[in-house]
């Protein structure tokens, strides 16, 4: 007769070895690296918490300190590589194969760790893709986590930052995994139970509340002229014309600059309440503007931002917030908002080929992809219409009943023909390319595929690749804001003139934009200060942008 129960077994195994290290569920920080070795076992696969801003850092520091001779080779199923320790259990023999999907402050580390043999890459996927596969075939072991409070029973808040914590610990509490949370403080009582302490084997008090990076502030002061006028661009050529009311924006200055020129300059082309009123959107210090002015109607967060905890309890008409006052994040419900209930997604990328694909890889980074690809495709599942959405569509092409028709997303590359160190973002072959070849895989790290992007906007124009009939059309429309990059040298004039002429390419003039009116004085604020004054002080910036 067969046994059902093998992995019920292992489990209650795990958890009594566990024990002799816990009094009831809590252990305190001294004892992790005790804990993590009776637990763990070679192979396991492992969920050690690295969202995009919330770390469980006691958890990385004692999985790191462990003996390799005990516990190696683990399999690392995780959003973010962030930490310096995410990468050193790779150097010290503890992991060796990884699946994630953002890793932008270890870009450069990873990338070398990649070339040299020492991580063995399962795939860079997208946030959603991994979380589907902890589901399926990647259902972690052991998952380490990390809240702000747990009671003696492991009941957890996870606060304003819950971004990953649920789906984590869903997919590993409920198939017979050991779930591991670190918290700021044990207290008597949680002020809201975000995570079941039945679903919770052990509960660290940390030695320091973990680390939250401000990821998605951006100091208004570093806005550039030309992001402006970009930004001006996207708003009059693209936000106005479709109509675009529910969207998503990616990190970035050419984004913020949107952000800011909405109580100003959209302000002034009468788009209030016709565009941008409801978002997928961590909740951006530089939206406080708009918010203020009464441009948005709601948000819905994947995590939060550092400092805005005080703006968002004050303002529950626009975010989603408990009955406590804070914040109620999910990265894997606002990612699945931001990919089926948004009609636009306006992201950055570090190059995009000829064809318009586009990838964060380059020959010495490797940054991963973290929601975009989610945000930045045209989801097929789709089945309500919209305006744009139809609008987008029809722009697309198409014959046979119009009732039968798709819609299209519109996904838009907001991109500075040069990036840092004047490096061109448009190339004729992507460094992903390299790097497939290097590495042997099927497939290259592409974030946002060719036919998913509808528009590209740069300080030279729009080009509307909805309108291409042909791929000389397409190539020639992206050559044609590409700039003095060698792509855009390669242009064909006569031909980029006529796409000019059918609306394909469309340069600032031709918008009714002067680039001289692209002003720092168009920006609803300034500096950080300004956004603290905009949000009545409830905004509490973190020190290293407070320059006052």
């Known amino acids: ?21 816990a009094e009831g569920k809590v252990v305190s920080a001294s004892a992790v690296v005790d804990l993590l070795e009776a637990v763990l076992l070679p192979g396991d696969r492992v969920c050690l918490e690295g969202d995009n801003q919330k770390q469980a850092d006691c958890l990385a520091r004692g999985l790191s300190a462990c003996d390799p001779a005990r516990v190696h080779d683990l399999h690392m199923v995780q959003s973010g590589i962030v930490l310096p320790e995410h990468l050193d259990i790779f150097e010290q023999g503890i992991a060796r194969r990884l699946d994630y999907s953002y890793s932008g402050p270890q870009g450069a580390r990873i990338a070398r760790m990649l070339y040299g043999g020492q991580i063995a890459l399962g795939a860079v996927h997208t946030y959603l893709e991994l979380f589907a596969r902890y589901f399926i075939d990647l259902t972690p072991n052991v998952a380490l986590i990390a809240g702000v409070s747990a009671d003696r029973d492991g009941n957890l808040y996870t606060g304003p930052n819950t971004e990953d914590t649920p789906t984590v610990v869903e997919a590993t509490a409920f198939k017979n995994g050991v779930v591991i949370a670190q918290v700021n403080a044990i207290v008597d009582r949680v002020p809201r139970v975000d995570i079941p302490g039945d679903r919770v084997d052990f509960v660290v008090e940390a030695d320091r509340p973990f680390y939250v990076e401000p990821l998605f502030t951006r100091d208004p002061a570093a806005v550039t002229e030309t992001q402006i006028l970009m930004a001006m661009m996207a708003i009059k050529g693209i936000y106005a014309e479709y109509g675009i009311r529910r969207l998503n924006h990616g990190i970035g200055f050419g984004t913020a600059a949107i952000e800011l020129l909405l109580p100003t300059f959209a302000e002034r082309l009468g788009l209030k309440g016709k565009i941008a009123t409801h978002w997928a959107l961590n909740p951006h210090p530089s939206l406080i503007p708009a918010i203020e002015s009464g441009w948005v109607e709601q948000i819905h967060c994947f995590g939060s931002e ?33 990919l089926y209930a948004c009609d636009l997604f306006i992201g950055s990328t570090l190059q995009i080929d000829l064809q318009g694909n586009s990838s964060t890889v380059t020959t010495n980074r490797v940054a991963g992809f973290g929601g975009a690809p989610n945000m930045g495709s045209d989801p097929h599942g789709r089945r309500h219409p919209s305006d744009p959405w139809m609008k987008a569509g029809e722009e697309a092409g198409g014959t046979g009943d119009p009732a039968l028709r798709r819609g299209r997303k519109l996904v838009v590359q907001l991109v500075e023909t040069f990036g840092d160190k004047l490096v061109p973002a448009f190339v004729e072959r992507l460094d992903a390319l390299e790097l497939a070849r290097k590495l042997d895989l099927e497939l290259a790290p592409v974030m946002v595929y060719a036919d998913d992007v509808t528009h590209i906007v740069t300080e030279e124009g729009i080009a509307n690749l909805l309108l291409c009939r042909t791929l000389d059309e397409r190539e020639q429309a992206i050559r044609g804001v590409a700039g003095y990059t060698d792509v855009g040298r390669g242009r064909d004039h006569a031909m980029v003139e006529s796409l000019r002429a059918r609306k394909i390419i469309r340069r600032p003039e031709d918008l009714g934009i002067d680039p001289l009116d692209a002003d720092r004085s168009l920006l609803a604020a300034r500096s950080i200060k300004d956004l603290v004054h905009w949000s009545g002080g409830l905004y509490e910036p973190p020190a290293k942008f407070r320059n006052w």
């Open 1 to 21: 007769m067969a046994d059902w129960r093998v992995q019920r077994n292992a489990r209650d195994a795990r958890i009594e070895r566990g024990r002799a290290h």
């Open 306 to 338: 550092v400092g805005m905890d005080r703006y968002i309890r004050e303002r529950p008409d626009v975010f989603f917030t408990g009955s406590d006052g804070s914040l109620r994040s999910n990265r894997a419900f606002c990612q699945t908002a931001g």
